[in-house]
């Protein structure tokens, strides 16, 4: 990913979070459509670089898949915050991708469900409920529940507060990728893969 030709590419960290966002959903995105995304283009796709790096992102595509069908939490690929000494990893690039996931959707997630069972069933709430619950540690960390509150004119929590409720999302993220996928599937009517 590091190839002069693939100068646009995704991060690792990033390409993870997009492909959980890619491989879920109300259909997977198609393979080319992830591939070219996470490459920077069809050139860099094309060229010697891409095409031994997309080899790769289809076997880690593919163990990704495997894990989450099996309702195995993925240990996410992470960097270190730049600005922390800490050693804390930087959860705000692997979520910002996996939400740019969810946009290249072809269809709207939450459209989709509201379509499902005719918009105003007791079903279809606790759907988009469990859907935004789910994405809940996504927003937290990447900033945009608390933009959204504030724009709400809602107070946001500050200090020990809100490290808590970060810390929390961080904890809470990887299963909550995995409970997105599964609720997907079971939405596709698809059997989950067993792993073997």
């Not at 010697?48 to 080899?55: H, I, L, Q, S, T």
């Not at 999302?169 to 009517?189: H, N, P, T």
């Amino acid at each position: 990913l590091d190839d002069p030709a693939l100068e646009e590419a995704l991060r690792l960290d990033e390409i993870q979070g997009f492909l959980c966002a890619a491989l879920s959903g109300p259909q997977a995105i198609a393979e080319a459509d992830w591939l070219t995304d996470a490459l920077g283009s069809e050139e860099a796709l094309e060229s010697p670089a891409g095409r031994e790096a997309a080899e790769l992102l289809r076997a880690f595509a593919s163990a990704l898949e495997a894990e989450l069908a099996a309702g195995e939490p993925p240990v996410l690929l992470l960097y270190p915050k730049d600005d922390d000494d800490t050693g804390r990893s930087d959860y705000q690039p692997w979520c910002q991708a996996y939400l740019a996931g969810v946009d290249a959707a072809e269809e709207d997630w939450f459209d989709f469900v509201g379509e499902d069972e005719g918009n105003e069933s007791e079903e279809v709430s606790k759907e988009i409920n469990y859907l935004d619950e789910r994405l809940f540690p996504l927003m937290v960390l990447t900033g945009e529940a608390e933009t959204a509150a504030r724009e709400q004119g809602e107070e946001w929590p500050e200090g020990e507060e809100r490290e808590q409720i970060e810390n929390d999302c961080e904890e809470e993220l990887s299963q909550a990728v995995v409970d997105i996928y599964r609720f997907w599937v079971a939405k596709r009517g698809i059997q989950p893969l067993r792993n073997d």
